[in-house]
């Protein structure tokens, strides 16, 4: 056993050596060596850089909005621009159109269809007998008008699915807009708290401070003993970890409020207190009263009553399709007949249907 610790210490010891004696060889490194190493060292870290950076349009539309800083932002400011840069209620307003859209293309099968087309063919053929060659050009438009008679509801089903989606897509705006307006609302209420959180803990650092002071000076006297001095002091120590926290909070609570804003979160702004008195008074209607008016009064429940008579529609419109349809409709065209074979072989055609 000594034998084996005695062997790897000397192994240990003869690297140990090694190791200082290719140190002392190397050279040292020299001013301009040093130089050229750090140039370098710049350029690869600008190259990582440039590789891990891309352009951003959304990114960079958010971070090039202009706030008025001239002065703290009302509510009533914050709500307009959150209004103007939110994309959820873009959203919510561009599926409302998307509905109106598909409520006119619903509306239109109550009106005649007319389509119309434009047919050109032409047919070569070339024989060994040079009567029987063929070339012969075709072409002229083509008018077709039908107009649906009876579906047996189907259509009326279809006209009523798209209107209903659009009273759900519009029910879905209001209540995107209420969502953004609470939000919105419930960050600045929450930075204005937080802020009035830092401002009490910045007063009670500026009180512990002169507590320690005041124990520092009654124990330099031989009034208090050396317990009070470090009892002030813990405390001074926890109001300044408290304002820290205070801090911490200012900085997320102004970062949500601006990402409910649509603007990035280091967009420098702020805020003035709220005006008028906070409301203390729990109301004393009945709760069954309460519920409902929320029933009929909350978008998102409007939204999915619509949905649901929606899908009614468009089960209906599926089970008229079992069904025969009456349809009235005529056609009428014209052809040009070009036998270049033949050179006065000319003709026209005409065609009618109903």
């Known amino acids: 056993m000594r034998f084996v610790i005695s062997f790897f210490l000397t192994l240990f010891l003869l690297a140990s050596q090694r190791l200082a004696e290719s140190s002392q060889q190397s050279p040292a490194m020299t001013p301009e060596q040093k130089k050229a190493s750090q140039i370098l060292v710049k350029e690869m870290i600008a190259q990582k850089q440039s590789k891990n950076s891309y352009n951003d349009s959304t990114w960079n539309s958010i971070r090039n909005q202009k706030v008025n800083t001239a002065g703290p932002l009302t509510l009533s400011e914050i709500l307009d621009i959150a209004l103007q840069n939110n994309p959820q209620t873009k959203k919510a307003w561009f599926d409302a159109e998307s509905a109106v859209a598909q409520s006119k293309q619903a509306k239109s099968s ?190 998102d429940i409007i939204a999915s009553r619509a949905t649901l008579e929606a899908k009614k529609a468009a089960l209906k419109a599926a089970n008229s399709n079992l069904w025969p349809t009456l349809n009235l409709g005529g056609s009428a065209g014209r052809n040009w007949n070009d036998y270049r074979s033949f050179p006065a072989g000319n003709d026209h055609e005409y065609n009618y249907a109903g």
């Open 110 to 299: 109550l009106m005649p269809q007319l389509q119309s087309s434009v047919r050109l063919d032409k047919e070569k053929i070339v024989s060994s007998q040079q009567l029987r060659d063929l070339n012969v050009t075709n072409y002229g438009p083509n008018l077709q008008l039908t107009f649906l008679l009876l579906d047996l509801g189907g259509r009326s089903a279809t006209i009523k699915e798209a209107m209903q989606n659009l009273f759900a897509a519009n029910s879905q705006y209001e209540l995107s807009i209420q969502d953004l307006l609470l939000r919105v609302a419930k960050a600045y209420f929450g930075f204005y708290s937080t802020q009035s959180a830092q401002e009490a803990a910045e007063a009670d650092v500026a009180a512990a401070k002169k507590d320690l002071e005041a124990a520092e000076a009654r124990f330099g006297a031989g009034i208090v003993p050396k317990l009070d001095v470090l009892q002030a002091q813990s405390d001074y120590e926890d109001s300044l970890f408290t304002l820290v926290e205070a801090k911490s909070r200012v900085k997320s609570a102004k970062a949500l409020l601006a990402q409910e804003m649509g603007l990035a979160a280091d967009t420098p702004f702020e805020i003035a207190p709220p005006t008028g008195k906070f409301p203390t008074q729990i109301s004393e209607q009945d709760v069954s009263q309460l519920i409902d008016t929320a029933i009929g009064r909350r978008p």
